[in-house]
């Protein structure tokens, strides 16, 4: 569709001259002699563009550009005067004027002025809808949850986010130790910089040694050449040691030294290399235990836990659970194509009931196999993995205490829509009716 413009002046020549300059660049332009009359036309028609004379009988043109602003803020005004003044020309682009042009002005300079302002408007235009993209597209890395032990987690990363300090983090497999590592780095000071992250239990002592260190060209059969180490790479970010009750005493030494230098040396090398990084680490073990029962240096242990962050295992925090779900749901819909918008009563039922021994990741794994599955909005439970199906044969609403868990499940979502009531039906699978019925049932009064 072709711009649409608007040039309101007293004069029928400038209207004239800039409207057959302003067409012949394929611009749709219409006139107005006043601020009345524009008026009338920008409420009975799209107009993208304006160039709006400042002095005419009546209301003047910057009478009408606060005017217009206030009702239509993306309109793009362009101002116009034979009387220019410093003060004018900053009252206009003040008042939200793109640009300020005066008479007498040449066909060529109101050209350029409108495919300038036009240019300009598309940018901010393609900003504001990538920033709005992003910011409705779910993060990489995001915790999950409301439950006081996710809390209070949330307020120790926000506790040490400008801090440089090394931090420990405990857990089960699966609890999410690695996506709370990614976290407390896009929330620290380093955030721009390399997040390097190693397993230590997938690999062989003297592999994970070269891949931390580096080596020297010529330091064992097949170093044919100098090779920087994760730790040397990290300069600046942070590297993250996953399952680090993994690594061998001797490579605890190791550990130690780089930590308390900061400093690197290859394998085969008596170089020393300075690295400013951040360490932080995670072991499936708990890790005190380990230096008990001689497995892990005790020196290292206190080194590592300046903060100690334990992730509960999902079982601990099953009032997460439906937050989870419709977190995993929107990905994954979104991920296969898919429009499936939530589980059924009994389905949420059966998976409340599960344990979940393999934590979030588990779930996350459980909820992509019925997004893919399912054949209706609406996830059924036959859809669900038989294992966890047979678990839970019955579930009654007594031992259950089904009321409490719908309620809750009803105030996560509407905490996810933001109290927007149809997004709310639509995530539970049922209709406004019913949802002002159930909101009424529990006394959940919306703000």
């Not at 300038?116 to 920033?131: D, G, I, P, Q, R």
């Not at 040490?160 to 497999?173: A, F, K, N, Q």
């Not at 393999?358 to 019925?370: C, F, K, M, P, Q």
Request: with cysteine; proline share 3%; charged share 30%.
């Amino acid at each position: 569709m072709p711009v649409k413009i608007l040039v309101v002046d007293d004069d029928p020549q400038v209207r004239k001259l800039c409207t057959i300059a302003l067409k012949r660049e394929g611009y749709e332009v219409s006139g107005a002699n006043d601020a009345q009359r524009a008026l009338n036309i920008v409420d009975t028609k799209s107009i993208d563009l304006m160039l709006l004379d400042i002095v005419m009988p009546g209301t003047d043109g910057l009478e009408l550009l606060q005017i217009l602003k206030k009702k239509w803020e993306e309109l793009i005004v362009i101002m116009i005067t034979g009387f220019p003044s410093i003060e004018t020309s900053i009252k206009a682009i003040k008042n939200g004027a793109y640009d300020y042009i005066t008479k007498p002005f040449s066909i060529d300079e109101i050209r350029f002025s409108v495919k300038k302002a036009l240019e300009y408007h598309n940018t901010l235009e393609e900003n504001s809808k990538l920033k709005q993209a992003l910011n409705n597209k779910d993060k990489p890395y995001e915790l999950i949850g409301n439950s006081p032990k996710i809390q209070e987690i949330f307020k120790i990363i926000e506790s040490v986010r400008d801090m440089d300090c090394t931090i420990l983090i405990e857990g089960e497999s699966g609890t999410g130790k690695e996506v709370l590592a990614r976290i407390i780095h896009e929330n620290s000071k380093r955030a721009d910089k390399p997040f390097i992250a190693i397993n230590c239990g997938a690999l062989p002592e003297t592999l994970l040694e070269s891949e931390l260190f580096g080596y020297k060209k010529g330091a064992f059969t097949g170093a044919v050449r100098n090779k920087r180490g994760l730790f040397e790479a990290a300069d600046g970010g942070v590297v993250f040691l996953d399952e680090i009750a993994e690594t061998s005493t001797a490579l605890q030494v190791k550990l130690l030294r780089v930590l308390e230098e900061k400093a690197i040396r290859r394998v085969g090398s008596t170089e020393t290399i300075n690295s400013d990084f951040r360490l932080l680490a995670a072991t499936n073990k708990n890790l005190l235990d380990e230096v008990g029962k001689g497995n892990f240096r005790e020196d290292l242990y206190y080194r590592l836990n300046v903060i100690s962050l334990v992730m509960p295992p999902l079982r601990e925090r099953k009032q997460d659970i439906p937050l989870l779900l419709e977190h995993f749901v929107r990905r994954f819909s979104s991920q296969h194509s898919r429009k499936i918008t939530g589980f059924s009563k009994e389905t949420l039922e059966i998976l409340l009931m599960y344990d979940f021994p393999g934590n979030v990741r588990e779930l996350s794994n459980i909820v992509e196999r019925t997004v893919i599955l399912s054949k209706n909005k609406i996830i059924q439970k036959e859809f669900i993995p038989e294992i966890i199906r047979k678990k839970n044969p019955d579930v009654k609403e007594d031992d259950f205490k089904l009321d409490i868990v719908e309620k809750n499940h009803i105030k996560n979502v509407l905490e996810v829509t933001k109290n927007h009531k149809s997004k709310t039906a639509a995530l539970l699978g049922i209709d406004r009716k019913t949802l002002y019925l159930k909101l009424k049932r529990f006394g959940i009064i919306l703000k």
